[in-house]
């Protein structure tokens, strides 16, 4: 008998799906079969089950908040089973140690957190058994069957485990000890209130902060440019006047001297020059680029967009979406002709059909073993659902990834790029560009905006032709400053951190190991920033708090918010997921960095001066590590429902990324915590009177939909 151990529990399901299998309490039963001779278990985590246990329980002096306890360093690691997870622990724990289960399959998600989930649980449980891994990228049944077909050996993956395990272990170091330092010391100087402050979360905070100060001091300049029309045989086109390359005059009376001397003269074509431009179909997604596609398009959160790609992998219908890499390998490449196919046949996709290619599995643009990490590209899986009957987020999310494949198979774009310099009576010099689209090609499947820029289409214009001025004027602009970061941008910079290093080397190194945070953990970081008061997500615009920006220009240009802390962290992470680098003394390394941060941060504390900041009127973080009142257990996952100031969410969000949130304001009503509990617990809310819609007034009761996992209105029928 063997157990197989997934990561949640619509996951089990689909692991079970493709055998003859009976539901049992906390777990699955399957039938003897071919793979599984004498049957198997499918039991479940809920996420992180087990978690590392707090300071108080290393020493209980540690529970108090002081400077002469920190920095806080455990002599080793312990993880704890969380209190409202136990009773699924319990069932694990019953199964893995039944005398007839002979090995395990470990079916946690195909990554480092996965690793850690489920191979931690095995270590509590105190079981030593065989074990094997399973390692898929899609929920398909044929997925299943390949992968319980091709187990690992679990010793393939246990790099990755080290590597996790390391991550959290550091992280827990770093963020203890320099949210309890500078929370302390803050305290000491009247801000009675938590600072939170990590490896990955403080260092995106500071590029949000210095966006901020540039908006800040930002002094507008005016500037003026001389535009003009010219007529050439009955042809006209536009110009802007242009000197050494630059159009912008700083004086408006040297603009409209220029103007004066050019109005009703004659003008020349003095040169043509035509370019043509081949622009390649874009990449398939990766996880970055989809959160920032959405994002742009749909103004969907990074988090948003993750949760509806998660509800689309689990239903089979899209691959891992974790995923790092934009590439796949030569085996998924084959089989796209099946899958566009599919696609074919969807009302939404068909007019794309047949392609200008039948397959690409020969171009190195999408097809790479080597460019492929954990997992390959986000792509739409064999089990195409029929479009129209998705929600409307998973529908366009689902339509994002599908057209970038059918993309792939089309050919490149074509423009004609033309500028044209002409003179005016052989001295003042005007400049004029345009475009022509020659071959859409991708672009009739999927429009790229950043490409389309403002150019016009120029009539047929020839070297030497002859013409007039026939209209000039003169246009007063202003420097405009850098525009805020929308979620989307946000999630891009903290891939390409790298930009914001001085050293070349380290550079190199976050543009290797994508940046600050990695695919599946920065949608969370920037979540957390916002539930942390650092940050506010205005029109989809980022802005820092004055809390935010406090605590960064008190950090200064310590090493705990520079990207370089973490180019290093994360090259040797790296290494130690390759087998390359040890564990022990990369912890070493982060112990002694514990150090350094609270001997900085005293040292600095010296010299803060508040007197610019309103203290008063900073927003407030509830609670000291702690989660704010529990309202309810989490319907979704069984965690604790908590008040989070503007909503009530789960408190599993940060270890298992369960997005069940309630907004304490909905339709123009307060939902109290009373009908919060009731939802949760019965799945309706009592009834609720005075919802508003436009100027309509309506009573209704809030209703928990299980398949969606958020919450509606609803009216009596």
């Not at 969907?300 to 509800?311: D, G, H, I, N, R």
């Not at 989809?540 to 200064?556: C, D, H, P, R, S």
Request: hydrophobic share 35%.
């Amino acid at each position: 008998m063997k157990v197989v151990i997934a990561e949640k529990p619509d996951q089990a399901m689909k692991l079970a799906g493709p055998f003859t299998h009976r539901k049992k309490q906390g777990y699955l039963e399957i039938a003897p079969n071919r793979l599984f001779p004498q049957g198997a278990l499918v039991t479940w985590a809920i996420g992180h089950i087990c978690e590392l246990v707090p300071p108080e329980s290393y020493n209980p002096a540690w529970k108090r908040w002081t400077l002469q306890s920190l920095p806080l360093i455990p002599d080793s690691f312990r993880h704890q089973v969380t209190r409202s997870k136990a009773k699924q622990f319990a069932v694990i724990k019953q199964l893995l140690r039944r005398p007839d289960v002979r090995e395990i399959i470990h079916a946690g998600d195909a990554g480092r957190e996965g690793e850690l989930i489920v191979r931690t649980i095995i270590e509590q449980c105190g079981v030593k058994k065989p074990m094997k891994r399973l390692w898929i990228s899609s929920l398909t049944e044929k997925a299943v069957v390949a992968g319980f077909e091709s187990l690992l050996d679990e010793t393939q993956t246990q790099n990755l485990y080290r590597e996790a395990y390391s991550r959290s272990c550091a992280d827990w170091l770093i963020g203890m000890n320099a949210s309890r330092v500078y929370t302390i010391l803050l305290k000491n100087k009247g801000i009675n209130d938590v600072f939170s402050a990590g490896r990955v979360q403080t260092p995106t905070l500071a590029l949000v902060v210095k966006r901020e100060k540039e908006i800040a001091a930002f002094k507008p300049e005016p500037f003026w440019e001389v535009l003009a029309t010219f007529q050439m045989d009955g042809k006209k086109y536009e110009g802007v006047w242009q000197k050494d390359g630059q159009s912008r005059i700083n004086e408006a009376e040297m603009a409209e001297r220029i103007a004066a001397f050019c109005r009703g003269k004659s003008a020349r074509v003095q040169e043509v020059k035509q370019e043509r431009k081949e622009y390649l179909p874009p990449y398939l997604f990766n996880l970055s680029a989809l959160q920032a596609t959405a994002n742009k398009l749909y103004k969907f959160s990074p988090q948003k967009t993750l949760e509806v790609a998660q509800k689309l992998y689990v239903k089979g219908y899209l691959s891992y979406p974790r995923s790092d890499s934009s590439f796949v390998t030569s085996e998924e490449a084959r089989t796209f002709p099946d899958i566009l196919a599919k696609l074919a046949k969807q009302p939404a996709f068909s007019g794309y059909f047949p392609t200008s290619k039948t397959s690409i599995a020969g171009n190195a643009r999408y097809v790479n073993q080597k460019k492929v990490t954990d997992h390959y590209a986000i792509i739409p899986t064999e089990q195409v659902p029929t479009v129209a009957k998705l929600s409307d987020e998973e529908r366009k999310i689902y339509d994002l990834v599908a057209r970038r494949l059918i993309a792939a198979h089309c050919e490149s774009a074509l423009f004609d790029y033309t500028t044209v310099l002409t003179l005016v009576e052989g001295r003042a010099e005007f400049v004029s560009k345009g475009k022509v689209q020659v071959r859409a090609g991708w672009r009739t499947v999927l429009f790229d905006q950043e490409q389309d820029g403002d150019d016009e289409v120029l009539p047929p214009l020839a070297e030497g032709e002859e013409g007039s001025v026939q209209k000039v004027k003169v246009k007063e602009s202003k420097t405009q400053p850098p525009k805020r970061y929308t979620e989307g941008q946000l999630i891009t910079l903290m891939k390409t951190a790298g930009k914001h290093l001085d050293n070349q080397e380290l550079e190199k190194v976050l543009m290797k190991t994508e940046g600050l945070g990695t695919e599946a953990t920065r949608a969370g970081i920037i979540t957390m920033l916002k539930q942390r008061k650092y940050i506010e997500v205005k029109r989809n615009q980022v802005f820092a708090t004055q809390k935010g920006i406090l605590l960064i220009e008190l950090i200064g240009d310590k090493i705990l918010a520079s990207a370089e802390m973490t180019a290093r962290w994360e090259q040797r992470l790296a290494e130690i997921g390759q087998g390359q680098a040890s564990a022990q003394a990369f912890m070493e390394q982060v112990k002694k960095l514990s150090h350094k941060i609270v001997q900085d941060a005293v040292e600095q504390s010296k010299e803060w001066s508040l007197e610019n900041y309103d203290v008063q009127a900073m927003p407030k973080q509830t609670s000291r590590f702690r989660l704010g009142k529990k309202v309810a257990a989490c319907r979704v996952c069984g965690g604790d429902l908590v008040d989070k100031g503007d909503f009530y969410g789960c408190s599993n969000y940060q270890k298992t990324k369960c997005g069940v949130t309630i907004s304490k304001l909905i339709m123009g009503k307060k939902i109290t915590e009373t009908n919060a509990k009731k939802l949760m617990e019965q799945g309706k809310s009592n009834k609720i009177k005075g919802f508003k819609r436009g100027q309509a007034s309506f009573d209704a009761y809030l209703v928990w939909d299980d398949q969606e996992k958020k919450v509606k209105v609803e009216q009596d029928s």
